[in-house]
């Protein structure tokens, strides 16, 4: 009697730790989600990728964040020029500027500026426009390998689109197409 009172001890807590790390890997798809749809937003909205060095001032640095965030900082205007929320502090953890994991550690994310319609993330060619990942529960950067939760072997995002955002966008900020 006493052996199953054990057994079923060790049972439980092992469902529960199971638990627990289902949760996490679910809690960073949300993220990663609300990141790849601020970064969509931002493009529909500005006609652009954020973090597109071009349209910044020569040798300007900032982050990920200084794009999707409103902010009264002078790059940061530039990086927003509409200072609009594109992502919301309350549904993922930011310190310092950048967007952080369960784990505490920044997300990695890639952009296809070229519009090649993929990504090398490391050794890996990756069908997307966006890739967003996090180093998982061992805090190495193991680009969407091992134990990384990457977005895109989830999502099966395919590459966006360009002439469909386009007309997107221009049909919502009533612009012109031009022939």
């Given at each position: ?32 989600g ?51 929320w ?31 319609g ?51 966008r ?8 031009k022939?």
């Amino acid at each position: 009697m006493r052996c199953l009172h054990v057994l079923f001890v060790i049972i439980l807590l092992v469902t529960s730790c199971t638990r627990g790390v289902q949760s996490r890997r679910g809690r960073e798809l949300t993220n990663m989600g609300n990141i790849y749809s601020s970064i969509v937003s931002y493009n529909l909205c500005y006609g652009y990728y954020p973090g597109k060095s071009n349209h910044l001032p020569d040798g300007a640095i900032t982050s990920l964040v200084s794009y999707l965030c409103a902010s009264s900082n002078q790059l940061d205007v530039v990086a927003n020029p509409k200072n609009l929320w594109f992502i919301d502090y309350d549904i993922v953890s930011m310190v310092n500027g950048e967007i952080l994991d369960t784990w505490g550690i920044p997300y990695y994310c890639i952009i296809d500026y070229d519009d090649k319609g993929y990504l090398m993330v490391g050794s890996n060619r990756v069908s997307c426009s966006i890739a967003i990942w996090s180093s998982g529960s061992n805090r190495i950067n193991e680009y969407g390998n091992g134990d990384d939760i990457a977005d895109w072997k989830i999502s099966k995002r395919k590459p966006i689109d360009k002439h469909f955002w386009e007309t997107h966008r221009r049909q919502n900020t009533n612009e012109v197409m031009k022939p």
